[in-house]
């Protein structure tokens, strides 16, 4: 629902006058190719869950922390070339959304800590059903994210 609200008032705020343009920084692509990845090294930690945890869970955990850590560098970038939150109504956009973003990633990355931590003392169904819980989650937080970017290259 934040996202949804988020999108409207992009939609109208842009319609009701001066806008201003940021320039989407480059590593906003790469940073994409590794949340899908990570979309794919979760369902592949889901579809083998057996209990103890699986080196897919602890690459899904890396390649969120990078994202999340692409996700500030994208915002060191845009800060280097003087473009601040206040900077315009495009920046708000865009630090906003990706900002909320990363907040509700960060959160899933902390459920993926405390599953690979215990891992070992969960039965192998409850850990199956927190790995399914959690990786529909992720999923999510990786269909959103293509969403945000579409809406950022569309609208900012």
Same mark, same amino acid.
């Given at each position: 629902?934040?996202?949804?609200? +988020?999108?409207?008032? #992009?939609? #109208? %705020?842009?319609?009701?006058?001066?806008?201003? $343009?940021?320039?989407?920084?480059?590593? +906003?692509?790469?940073?994409?190719?590794?949340?899908? =990845?990570?979309? #794919?090294?979760?369902?592949?930690?889901?579809?083998?869950?057996?209990?103890? &945890?699986?080196?897919?869970?602890? &690459?899904?955990?890396?390649?969120?922390? +990078? /994202?999340?850590?692409?996700?500030?560098?994208?915002?060191?970038?845009?800060?280097?070339?003087? #473009?601040?939150?206040?900077?315009?109504?495009?920046?708000?956009? /865009?630090?906003?959304?990706?900002? @909320?973003?990363?907040?509700?990633?960060? &959160?899933?990355?902390? @459920?993926?800590?405390?599953? @690979?931590? %215990? *891992?070992?003392?969960?039965?192998?169904?409850?850990?199956? *059903?927190?790995?399914?819980?959690?990786? @529909?989650?992720? $999923?999510?937080? =990786?269909?959103?994210?293509?969403?945000? +970017?579409?809406?950022?290259?569309? %609208?900012?």
């Amino acid at each position: 629902m934040i996202f949804a609200g +988020l999108t409207s008032t #992009v939609i #109208v %705020r842009q319609a009701s006058g001066p806008w201003g $343009h940021t320039s989407l920084p480059s590593i +906003l692509y790469l940073n994409t190719v590794v949340l899908l =990845s990570s979309s #794919v090294t979760f369902e592949l930690a889901r579809r083998n869950a057996n209990g103890t &945890g699986s080196m897919a869970l602890y &690459g899904t955990l890396a390649l969120g922390l +990078l /994202f999340v850590g692409g996700q500030l560098y994208a915002w060191k970038m845009l800060v280097d070339r003087g #473009v601040y939150l206040a900077s315009n109504p495009s920046s708000s956009t /865009f630090y906003l959304l990706t900002g @909320v973003h990363a907040l509700h990633l960060t &959160g899933g990355i902390l @459920v993926l800590a405390y599953l @690979v931590s %215990r *891992a070992g003392a969960m039965s192998a169904a409850k850990f199956r *059903a927190c790995i399914g819980a959690a990786s @529909v989650y992720w $999923h999510f937080m =990786s269909a959103l994210w293509l969403y945000i +970017l579409m809406l950022l290259v569309t %609208r900012t």
